[in-house]
């Protein structure tokens, strides 16, 4: 049993110098510190008056407690010293990589009513915009990310709150949050989005990461209506997992290129456990100018993500030196450049949002 084993580390090792040969871990991206991470994800138990929340289905799930460690808290610090730690341990790290000199951190509002308020009752994570804008505010390294639900009774005038106090985008997660991006009840919003120059990141593809999803509302296809009145757009996950209508979600998203200019992709999450295919497929396209950068922090700070899952498309060497490196943005951006992500992905957000640290 222990001399196959060892035969077939041995053939692993084997494959992986032919298969790689002399490849050289990228590390210009390294000295720059000049890129933002578009796509950074915090929560809160609503501790410290945070006004978050995390459904008691969701807080029994195991991802609860992964995400927690991800984030380098435990439940206990968030009671001891409020869900701002969070803010805090974000910056930290992003101030101590030697590639990420920003983030945008993301709120994300919750289920709503006929009546169009909060409905906590179908909310599983709930992180208000009130308390993301104080917080990034105290960080030179944090830009402020807001989330508004367009079914809200005053969508347009929250919109407006958010672009006065400084967000660079509006965060969508229509899966959870019930939205449909085709209704076209939501033109005011559209129109509203594009008077503000508020790029909408809006989650596309399947949805895993929390306890229930509608897999409908995450067709890429659906985007048509914002696109068609000019919205920029960025479809999180460039849609990656899942199929509508029995195809593809990323082969329906890739198709729109061609038609909208202001579709946009970002590559957060692209390197999961479940997605180690898309990547190559994706850069495959000519689309690197509209395809930018983020992580999906936490996730980047979870077994969901290692260079040990290439085996086949790095070498030896590279796998090493990269699960070494400590810092989980400097990981991530080592990863994917190994992974042949184009030095321009990782800089264009300056280009696409003028509102940067």
Not at 9 to 18: D, E, F, H
Not at 293 to 310: K, M
Request: proline content about 4%.
């Amino acid at each position: 049993m222990i001399f196959t084993v060892v035969c077939l580390l041995a053939l692993i090792l084997v494959v992986n110098v032919i298969a790689t040969g002399n490849q050289k871990l990228e590390k210009s991206l390294m000295l720059q510190k000049n890129i933002i991470d578009m796509h950074v994800h915090v929560a809160g138990v609503g501790a410290g008056d945070s006004g978050c929340y995390v459904s008691a289905e969701l807080r029994k799930n195991w991802r609860y407690k992964t995400y927690l460690r991800s984030f380098n808290v435990t439940e206990k610090d968030l009671l001891s010293h409020g869900d701002a730690i969070v803010f805090k341990r974000v910056s930290e790290r992003i101030d101590e990589s030697k590639s990420i000199k920003a983030a945008v951190v993301l709120a994300l509002d919750g289920v709503v009513d006929k009546n169009g308020e909060l409905d906590l009752s179908r909310t599983e994570t709930y992180v208000p915009n009130e308390f993301v804008a104080i917080e990034t505010a105290k960080y030179s390294n944090l830009l402020y990310g807001a989330s508004v639900n367009p079914y809200r009774h005053d969508a347009l005038q929250r919109l407006e709150s958010a672009a006065r106090d400084g967000a660079v985008l509006i965060k969508w997660l229509p899966a959870i949050q019930h939205i449909d991006p085709s209704d076209e009840q939501l033109i005011p919003f559209y129109k509203k989005l594009k008077e503000l120059d508020l790029i909408l990141l809006t989650h596309a593809g399947g949805e895993r990461s929390f306890t229930t999803a509608n897999a409908l509302l995450g067709d890429p296809e659906r985007l048509r209506l914002p696109l068609s009145l000019g919205v920029k757009v960025v479809a999180a996950h460039a849609a990656t997992t899942g199929k509508s209508e029995g195809e593809d979600n990323m082969e329906r998203l890739l198709r729109m290129f061609p038609e909208y200019p202001t579709l946009y992709a970002d590559i957060s999450s692209l390197t999961q456990a479940n997605k180690l295919r898309y990547l190559p497929r994706l850069l495959k396209y000519n689309i690197s100018d509209r395809l930018v950068y983020g992580t999906d922090f936490p996730l980047i700070n979870t077994p969901l993500v290692s260079a040990w899952y290439y085996p086949f498309r790095l070498s030896l060497r590279q796998m090493i030196q990269i699960s070494l490196v400590k810092n989980p943005w400097d990981r991530d951006v080592l990863l994917k450049s190994a992974l042949t992500v184009p030095t321009e992905v990782f800089l264009q957000w300056e280009d696409l949002s003028e509102k940067v640290a």
